[in-house]
C-alpha cells in the first residue's frame, strides 16, 4: 500500500487558480495510477481527474474538463490537479487515491478501482 497526502487546498476566489498535490510515500510510485476525486457537503465522492503509471494517458469528468489539469512527476513521488476557473460548485473536499497497476495506460475512474486514498483538502471557491 502506498501512503497519501494531499495538500494545496484553501479559498479562491470564482475564476482563480489553485494547485493541489498529493505527496507518495513508498519507492514504486510509477506502479500505481492515480486520480482525483471529490466530495461536497451532503454529497457523495465523485470521479475529477485520473492519470496513468507513465503520466501519459489522463481522463477526466466532463465537469472539469478543459479546466482542470492532473500531472505527475515519478521522481518526486507526487501528482498534481492543477485548477484554473474554477467555480462555486467546485466547492468540496478533494481526496488523492492510487490503483497498483501491471498496465501502463490504466486509468481508473470508478472509486472502487482505487485501494488506497489520502485523508483530503479542503477547497472553497467563493462567489
Known amino acids: 500500500q502506498v501512503q497519501l497526502v494531499e495538500s494545496g487546498g484553501g479559498l479562491v476566489q470564482a475564476g482563480g487558480s489553485l494547485r493541489l498535490s498529493c505527496a507518495a510515500s513508498?519507492?514504486?510510485?510509477?506502479?500505481?495510477?492515480m486520480g482525483w476525486f471529490r466530495q461536497a457537503p451532503g454529497k457523495g465522492r465523485e470521479f475529477v481527474a485520473a492519470?496513468?503509471?507513465?503520466?501519459?494517458?489522463?481522463y477526466y469528468a466532463d465537469s472539469v474538463k478543459g479546466r482542470f489539469t492532473i500531472s505527475r512527476d515519478n521522481a518526486k513521488n507526487t501528482m498534481y490537479l492543477q485548477m484554473n476557473l474554477v467555480k462555486p460548485e467546485d466547492t468540496a473536499a478533494y481526496y488523492c487515491?492510487?490503483?497498483?497497476?501491471?498496465?501502463?495506460?490504466?486509468?481508473?475512474?470508478?472509486?472502487?478501482?482505487?485501494?488506497?486514498w489520502g485523508q483530503g483538502t479542503q477547497v472553497t471557491v467563493s462567489s
Open positions: 513508498g519507492r514504486t510510485f510509477n506502479m500505481y495510477a
Open positions: 492519470i496513468d503509471r507513465r503520466g501519459v494517458n489522463t
Open positions: 487515491a492510487a490503483a497498483y497497476s501491471g498496465s501502463y495506460y490504466y486509468t481508473p475512474h470508478s472509486e472502487n478501482e482505487f485501494g488506497s
